[in-house]
C-alpha cells in the first residue's frame, strides 16, 4: 500500500500546474471552479457516482432501488446508464434538477455502438469500408438518433486494437492495426461529438477500453493480458493518444490487469500518461463495477481498498461499482486520500458537463419532437444502406460468378442466416427492434431482376434456445433435417446464394468462442448443397474473423457481408447483383485455423523467419503460418493495376519528408473504388519492429480506364517510434517502402531516414 502511497505523492505534483489557457478555457475553468467550490464533500462524491437504470424512472422505484432514487433527488448521483428515451430521461432530469441543492445536471450514458434505433454495421465490419467520412457520418447519425432520445454520452468508440478472433469484442472495434484503428477512432469521434458541442445533436464520446484490453490471453473475454512496454506503446496506446489529441470528452478503463496491474488500480496509465504527459482534461469512467472488481483480482480486499487504489490511480467516476459512494469519505476522513485528489475528478466531471451545454439546457436533449422526427428516419436508413455496401468485403470470385449475370433465371437462397432479420442487428445493438433487419432473402427478392425466379430453404438453423444479449446462448442445433429441401432446392436453381456464418449473439462480450468454424451444422449444409449444385455464393455474416478454409477452397464466390445493421439484405442485394461495386478491404487478417490465433500481418520478423530445409524457423508444421485472406484485402468487380511507384528523394533528414506517388488505374471494364495502401519497414532499429506498418491509405473511384496518382508524405512523425530510449522518436537507418491494394501484393522502393 505504501508504494502506491508514494506514487500518487509524486503524480499529484503535476495537477496543481498551470496549463497553457486560452481565453475560452479560462472562462471555463473559472465557471467549474465556482461550481465546484459550492459542493459539499458529500456532492463532490455524488458526481463521481454513475448509476445503472435499475428502476424504471417515470414509476416507483423497484425494492431495494428507494435509496438510490433518494440520492438522485439529493443530487449525489452524476450520471445515469442505461436510462434511455425522452420520457424517462427528462423524468429523471427533472428529479435531479427540482429536488437538489445545486442542481447540476445528469449526463446520461448509453452503449451506442453501431446505431441507436436504426443499426449501422457492426464496427469491425464497417471499418472494412476504410471510408473516414462514411464512419464519421454514421457516427452523427447514431448521436443525432441518441441525443433525440435523451442520450447526451455515447460509450464509443472502442479502440482496442484486437488481433485475436475467438475474443468475441473484437467485432466491437476496428481490427488489427493501431494506424487504421486511430484513424477511425477520430472519425467516429468527431461524428458523435461534432463541431459543436453545445449542439443539441452533439454528444460526448467515450475512447475505450484504456488499456490492454484486446489482448485478452488465449482470446478469452476479460482474461489476463501480459504485454510489455513496446507494445503497449507501440500497438495499443497511439489509437487513445489520437483520441485525447482529437478532444473526445471521457475515457473508459478497462477490465483487465497488465503485468499483474488492473487498469481501473493503474497509476502509470492514467495519471502519467492520460492526465500528465498527454494533458488530458476529460474524465475517467470505470467499467461497468471495474473498480469492486478489483477485490476478484485479488489488489484489493474490500470495496473501501478497491477505491483507495483506484482513485489515487486515476480513475475518475464509478461505473455501478458501489465503491467510491461508500468509501470515499471514510478515505478522506482517515487521511489516505487528499481533497484534492477528489476536486480534481469532481473538476473533469463538471467540465464534461459545461462543454456540453447542460449548465445552460439540462434538458437540451429531451425535445419529444425531434426523437419523433429522427428515430429510423428514412435519411438514416439510407446512411445505413450506404455503409452497409461499403462495408462488404468480396474475398472470392472465380469464373465471374458475380455480379450475378443476367443468364441467371432461377436463384436459390438457402441458409440458416439467409431469412434472417435479427442477426444483422448484430451485438450491442442499443434500442434496435428485434427482427428489424433487411435479410438477404428480402434484399435478393427486392432486387432481384423481373422474371428471376428466387426461391428458399433454410436448410438448418443455428440455435435449439432463445438467443439474448445477457444469457448465456449455444449454437449447436444439429437437425438435419432441413437438408433435403435445401438441396432439393438448390438442384433446380441456377445460382444458390448460401448465407452462412454465425448468429449476432456469437459475438459481443463474454462471447469468446475457442472454434471460430461454423456452429451446428452448416458445415454440413455448406457441402451437401454444394454436391447438388457448384454454382454456389457464401454470403458469410459473422462479427469476427472465421476459418473458412474449406469454402475458399471449393466455393467459387464468397461475399463477407458482417453483420451490416438495418439494411443489410438491401446492402448484400446490391453487391450480388452489381448494383454497388464492392470495395471493403479487411481490417483484420482472416486465418487458416484458429490455432493460428492470434494472427495479424503486422507481425515481428523472429530471429527465425526464412524457410529453411529443416524444421527449426518460425511456422507451424500442420498448417501454413501465412492468413488465408491477409489484412487489407478485398476484390473488386473490376481490377485495378499499380505503376510508377516513386520518392521525390531517396532520403531526408531531420524535420523534412518525401514524397511517395503510385498511379493507379482502372484495368476493368466496370468503375470502381480502389483502397490504395502505404506500408513501411524499419529495416534495423534499437527495438524489434514489425515486418510491416500500415502509414496511410487513400480511397478512390476511378471509371474503367481511368488512371489516378496517389501520394503520401512521410516524415519523422511517421517513422516515429517507441525506442528503446523509452520515447517516442524516429531512428535514422534504411525504410522498405510498399504500396499496394493489400499488405501481400505490394510494389517496393527503398527511402533513408537521417538524423
Ligand atoms: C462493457 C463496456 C460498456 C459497459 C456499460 C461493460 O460491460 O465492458 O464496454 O460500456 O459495460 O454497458
Known amino acids: 500500500m505504501r508504494k502506491i502511497v508514494i506514487v500518487w505523492c509524486l503524480l499529484v505534483l503535476p495537477l496543481t500546474g498551470v496549463l497553457a489557457q486560452s481565453p475560452t478555457d479560462a472562462r471555463l475553468e473559472a465557471k467549474v471552479d465556482s461550481v465546484v467550490a459550492l459542493m459539499t464533500l458529500e456532492e463532490k462524491i455524488g ?63 448509453y452503449d451506442v455502438i453501431h446505431g441507436y434505433k436504426t443499426m449501422f454495421p457492426v464496427p469491425l465490419g464497417e471499418s472494412a469500408s476504410w471510408d473516414l467520412d462514411l464512419m464519421q457520418q454514421t457516427a452523427h447519425v447514431a448521436a443525432k438518433e441518441s441525443a433525440a432520445s435523451g442520450i447526451g454520452w455515447t460509450f464509443a468508440p472502442m479502440i482496442d486494437v484486437s488481433r485475436d478472433a475467438r475474443w468475441g469484442r473484437i467485432m466491437e472495434g476496428a481490427g488489427e492495426d493501431p494506424f487504421l484503428v486511430s484513424k477511425i477512432g477520430v472519425a467516429r469521434i468527431k461524428g458523435f461529438q461534432g463541431e459543436d458541442l453545445t449542439a443539441t445533436t452533439a454528444i460526448a464520446a467515450c475512447a475505450k477500453h484504456f488499456a490492454g484490453y484486446g489482448f485478452a490471453e488465449a482470446g478469452r473475454d476479460y482474461n489476463t493480458v501480459n504485454i510489455g512496454m513496446n507494445e503497449l506503446h507501440n500497438t495499443i496506446l497511439p489509437p487513445f493518444k489520437e483520441a485525447a489529441k482529437a478532444g473526445v470528452l471521457t475515457f473508459m478503463n478497462s477490465f483487465n490487469e497488465i503485468d499483474g496491474v488492473p487498469s481501473t488500480g493503474n497509476p502509470y496509465l492514467q495519471r502519467e500518461l492520460l492526465k500528465n504527459e498527454w494533458q488530458y482534461n476529460g474524465f475517467i469512467v470505470s467499467d461497468w463495477g471495474s473498480i469492486s472488481e478489483m477485490i476478484a483480482h485479488g489488489v484489493a480486499e474490500n470495496h473501501k481498498e478497491a477505491a483507495y487504489i483506484a482513485l489515487t490511480a486515476g480513475s475518475d467516476m464509478d461505473m455501478e461499482g458501489n465503491a467510491y459512494e461508500t468509501s470515499l469519505a471514510e478515505l478522506l476522513a482517515e487521511g489516505r486520500i487528499q481533497e484534492a485528489m477528489i476536486d480534481d475528478a469532481v473538476k473533469r466531471i463538471i467540465r464534461v458537463k459545461f462543454q456540453l451545454g447542460l449548465f445552460d439546457d439540462p434538458y437540451k436533449y429531451c425535445d419529444e419532437k425531434a426523437e419523433k422526427k429522427e428515430l429510423y428516419s428514412k435519411e438514416n436508413q439510407q446512411v445505413a444502406l450506404e455503409a452497409g455496401k461499403k462495408s462488404i468485403v468480396l474475398l472470392k470470385n472465380e469464373k465471374g460468378v458475380l455480379p450475378i449475370a443476367s443468364t441467371v433465371k432461377h436463384i436459390a437462397v438457402i441458409g440458416p442466416l439467409a431469412d434472417d432479420k435479427d442477426s444483422p442487428l448484430g451485438n450491442w445493438r442499443a434500442q434496435a427492434e428485434a427482427n428489424s433487419a433487411v435479410s438477404v432473402l428480402e434484399g435478393i427478392k427486392k432486387y432481384a431482376p423481373k422474371g428471376v425466379k428466387v426461391t428458399y430453404a433454410e436448410g438448418a438453423k443455428l440455435t435449439t434456445g432463445e438467443r439474448s444479449f445477457l444469457k448465456h446462448v449455444t449454437f449447436n442445433n444439429d437437425d438435419t433435417s432441413g437438408f433435403e429441401k435445401a438441396i432439393k432446392t438448390a438442384k433446380e436453381a441456377d445460382l444458390v446464394i448460401l448465407v452462412v456464418g454465425e448468429d449476432a449473439f456469437q459475438s459481443g462480450e463474454g462471447r469468446s468462442q475457442t472454434d471460430i468454424g461454423f456452429a451446428g451444422v452448416q458445415d454440413e449444409l455448406i457441402e451437401a448443397v454444394y454436391k447438388a449444385n457448384k454454382n454456389v455464393v457464401i454470403v458469410l455474416m459473422n462479427g469476427r474473423p472465421m476459418d473458412i478454409s474449406w469454402s475458399a477452397d471449393h466455393i467459387p464466390a464468397i461475399v463477407e457481408s458482417w453483420l451490416l445493421g438495418s439494411q443489410h439484405g438491401n446492402a448484400v442485394a446490391e453487391v450480388l447483383f452489381g448494383k454497388y461495386n464492392p470495395s471493403g478491404k479487411l481490417p483484420v487478417s482472416f486465418p487458416r485455423n484458429v490455432g493460428q490465433e492470434p494472427l495479424y500481418y503486422n507481425q515481428k520478423s523472429t530471429g527465425r523467419p526464412g524457410e529453411i530445409p529443416d524444421v527449426t524457423y518460425s511456422h507451424y508444421v500442420d498448417s501454413r503460418r501465412d492468413a488465408l485472406y491477409p489484412f487489407g484485402f478485398g476484390l473488386s468487380y473490376t481490377s485495378f493495376a499499380y505503376k510508377n511507384l516513386s520518392l521525390s528523394a531517396s532520403s531526408f533528414s531531420g524535420d523534412g519528408n518525401l514524397e511517395v506517388s503510385v498511379t493507379v488505374t482502372n484495368a476493368g471494364k466496370v468503375a470502381g473504388e480502389e483502397v490504395v495502401q502505404l506500408y513501411i519497414r524499419d529495416l534495423f532499429a534499437s527495438t524489434t519492429r514489425p515486418i510491416k506498418e500500415l502509414k496511410g491509405f487513400e480511397k478512390i473511384h476511378l471509371n474503367p480506364g481511368e488512371s489516378k496518382t496517389v501520394s503520401f508524405t512521410i516524415d519523422k512523425a ?28 505490394l510494389l517496393e522502393t527503398m527511402f533513408e531516414y537521417k538524423m
Open 718 to 745: 511517421l517513422i516515429s517510434f517507441y525506442t528503446r530510449n523509452k520515447k517516442w522518436e524516429a531512428e535514422p537507418g534504411a525504410f522498405k517502402l510498399f504500396v499496394g491494394g493489400n499488405s501481400v501484393d
Open 47 to 109: 458526481q463521481m457516482v454513475q448509476y445503472s437504470a435499475s428502476w424504471d424512472v417515470t414509476g416507483p422505484p423497484t425494492a431495494g432501488n428507494e435509496g438510490r432514487l433518494d440520492n438522485l433527488k439529493k443530487g449525489l448521483v452524476g450520471s445515469m446508464l442505461n436510462v434511455t428515451g425522452v420520457k424517462s430521461t427528462k423524468e429523471a432530469q427533472r428529479l435531479n434538477m427540482e429536488n437538489s441543492r445545486l442542481k447540476i445536471p445528469l449526463l446520461f450514458g
